[in-house]
């Protein structure tokens, strides 16, 4: 097998973190794996793409906080991929 690219072991760590079915916001998952907000954000959105998590965009009028954010989770099909992996 290759090497697998840094991207791509990002991608997997946040399907790790999520498989415990929770919601997380990208500020969260960005400190339980030790990488800035915009690299969880990019590769939120790529997973997204491929059916393995759900966004959910939060407006700062809805939010308690007044702050605009973004609440993750795995997918049924994400699940079946992290069971998969044998990392």
Known sequence: MTELLVSDRKKIEILKVLSDGKFYTYYHLSKIIKTNYETV?????????????????????????????YRVRITEKGLKIVKSLKM
Request: hydrophobic letters at 40%; aromatic letters at 4%; glycine letters at 4%.
């Open 41 to 69: 954000k990019k590769n939120c959105r790529f997973l997204e793409l491929l059916n393995l998590v759900e966004v959910i965009k939060i407006d700062r009028e809805e939010s308690a906080s007044g702050v605009a954010s």
